[in-house]
């Protein structure tokens, strides 16, 4: 493919145009590299070798598959102004930074440039929840400061950083989303982000095939504070043991026993239009007659974490509120609509145990307000190792608890949650199961009908969301 030669769409993928230009020998300095070649000037960053227009820096990335050093020459070549490289090409014409490690010289960079903005700085991380978190902290923060936020999938090592470089000089508050995989991982990212406000929405079972435990998922995601600035405050979850007894913290719990919690969540209601809760704090205050356009007491907790951030923010509640009934979700989270008399719950972006069973406590809450029957189409969960079939079978004995009135289960892992459902007590007949997506949206034409209400979700691998296109009448 032809590079452009002319800068591309600020939303691509791991590019960033810069609101003020830098010099590549300044750039050099900042992340510890050497200068060979030439002086440049610096007005956009992208590891895309494709994106090569004037002033762009190609950021040189070695992953598992490629190693973007045997691209610099050519993005050199076909416009780019400069290159960050780990490996020096045997080509030498044009300008490069050389260092040891380009996503760690990238991250330097984005932390100097956003250094230099200074927004206040809150940063989200959870087994579950996180980025409903996230998007609730924004539109609070928005209340009152200009806002920028983690946009996508961007919360790894190489998406932060291009999140920090887009940032704009009159931003004044950054709310940014830590995903991770492994041990390290948030460490590295609350490093570069610096911040000054940290949240923690959960401690699940993601990753469990990869950490081993619930305890090292703990470790792991108290990682965020590595970074966190001297005096920040820390936003945890009180209904969590692996979390408790952290010196300073701010406890949010869903439980309104939870009598110690800065603040804890009673009155709870799902309505047709979201949720409807009290907020009472351990001072005495209580914030009565929350509303929020989402479902579930596990969605009422997210939006608390960010009512909790508001108040920590001298933000008045009012605003608050308003904040909260603004939120509006990302992509493919909790996205709740009715289609030919049939009410669907799309939230297909990601799956774990513990947001499979609270999907399915909505699932219960407005069938009960809709009528009609229950129904779900569930996927695999990945990433849970040994865990696995327990865990797809525990979602399994849910559905059943429930109990549903129908169930398509899709791929080979959800067979598991099939086989338990049936187990549990649902009808044979009223379990199917599929392989794919594609199968489970043709099911669903054959099998729903109106007045029903359904789930769909599955981790981000199942695509589910072709599913719920097919059923509506999608070409896939």
Known sequence: ??????????????????????????????????????????????????????GMLFVAIRGERLDGNQFAASALKNGAAAALVSSFPNETAGSFILVDDTTAALGKIARYYKRKINPFTIAVTGSVGKTTTKEYLTSVMRQKYKTHKTEGNFN?????????????PDDKSLVIECGMSAKGEISKLSLIAEPDMAVITNIGTSHIGLLGSRENIAKAKLEIRDGLKTGGKLILNGSEPLLAGIENAYYVSPSEDDIDAFLRITDFIDTEEGAVFTLKSSDGREFRDLRIPTHGRHTALDASYAFCAGLLCSIDENSIREGLSDYRPAAMRQDIYEFSGITLIEDCYNASPESMLASLEVLRGLAGINGGRMCAVLGNMYELGSYSSDLHRKVG???????????????????????????????????????DADEAGRLMRELLKTGDSVLIKGSRAMELERAAAIFKGGDF
Request: net charge negative; aromatic share 4%; proline share 5%.
């Open 156 to 168: 790894n090592e190489i998406g932060l950083p291009t999140v920090l470089l887009k940032l704009h």
């Open 397 to 435: 004995e849910a559905a059943a608890s429930l109990p549903l009135d129908l169930l398509i289960a899709v791929g080979y892992e959800a067979l598991d949650i099939a086989d338990s459902a049936v187990m549990g007590g649902l009808s044979y007949g009223s379990v199917y199961r599929c392989k």
């Open 1 to 54: 493919m032809e590079p452009s030669k002319t800068a591309p769409d600020s939303k691509s993928r791991m590019f960033a145009k810069l609101a003020g230009d830098i010099s590549a020998s300044a750039a050099a300095h900042i992340c510890g590299g050497r200068l060979i070649g030439d002086d440049a000037i610096i007005s956009s960053v992208s590891t895309d070798s494709r994106d090569a227009h004037p």
